[in-house]
């Protein structure tokens, strides 16, 4: 079968490996480093926290790779064993042989990684596009997904605002522009990202092709089949669709929703206020709702 390598070139898979690890640097918890077969191929992970305590898989934004959770780990592994995921297709260590071409490809990749670690359920963590996996395994297989958290997730609620949307489709823009400005633009005035993470993502931005389903809006049946607890985050200066619009959607439809509305807080709202974003999490996967 074919190597769908996210890096055309080795050499650039390199130069993102080591901006990677520079991330991994800023975890503050101890670690392991760990690849799991699968019929579509290598997924790497990033895995911390108690080994007996609950089972919390990390889904991440699109083209950041598991190193996105720097500011969240070292809260959310005092209480779960996590397993940050490097998402097959996107930019990461993960190394497909096989592409995804169906929603439902995401669900057995996932599904595969839970078997191999002897998971008959996970609570679930995702970000952006993470969240959009993370609510396609809700939808599709209820059985597998304990609690559910998102954060900012991509379309799956609200369609992307035009401009955003066709700066998505778009291979690659006719101009350049640095991945710290990217960043900036996704969240609230005045954040600065780490310079770790702005220099991978600028190794991203120069080297990486991702091979993804776009991610779509989920229909009003489709979210009602999301039974488990959920809690929903949202920047209140979110810049892909509107945060109130979409917590009101998320509202009427979801069954069984938290959600709540993070001030000075954008699209990467999990960096830009950590402590808050940690804080609700744990609150909320610690309760007892059900």
């Known amino acids: 079968m074919a ?6 070139q080795p050499e650039w898979q390199n130069e993102y490996l080591t901006a990677y690890l520079k991330v991994m640097k800023l975890w503050e918890v101890e670690h392991q480093s760990y690849e799991v077969e ?17 089972p919390l898989i990390l889904l991440h934004a699109a083209s950041v790779g598991s190193a996105e959770w720097y500011a969240n780990v070292a809260s959310w592994a005092k209480n779960f064993r996590i397993f940050a995921l490097d998402t097959i297709g996107d930019c990461g260590w993960s190394r497909a042989i096989k592409k995804m071409e169906k929603q439902e490809d995401y669900n057995q ?5 839970m078997e191999y670690f002897n998971l008959d359920k996970a609570s679930f963590i995702g970000h952006s596009y993470g969240g959009w996996l993370a609510m396609n395994l809700a939808i599709f297989h209820p059985d597998k997904v304990d609690k559910l ?20 489709k778009m291979p690659r823009l006719p101009f350049n522009i640095s991945a710290e400005k990217v960043l900036k633009m996704m969240a609230a005035k005045n954040f600065q990202p780490e310079k770790a993470y702005i220099e991978l ?17 989920y229909s009003d049946e489709e979210l009602q089949r999301i039974t488990c607890p959920t809690l929903l985050l949202l920047g209140d200066q979110e810049s892909i669709y509107s945060p109130l619009k979409a917590a009101r959607r998320a509202r009427k439809f979801l069954p069984n929703l938290k959600s709540e509305i993070i001030l000075q807080a954008g699209h990467i709202l999990n960096m830009e206020q950590p402590d808050k974003v940690n804080y609700k999490v744990l609150n909320f996967l610690n309760s007892n709702q059900e």
């Open 38 to 54: 699968t019929s579509f191929g290598t997924t790497h992970m990033n895995i911390c926290g108690p080994e007996e305590a609950p």
């Open 149 to 168: 958290v998102l954060l900012a997730p991509a379309a799956s609620i609200k369609p992307f605002k035009l401009l955003i949307k066709l700066g998505l």
């Open 201 to 217: 993502m600028d190794v991203v931005n120069n080297n990486c092709r991702p091979e993804m389903i776009f991610p779509t809006v």
């Open 3 to 8: 190597d769908e390598n996210s890096f055309p």
């Open 109 to 113: 990749w996932l599904m595969e990684i």
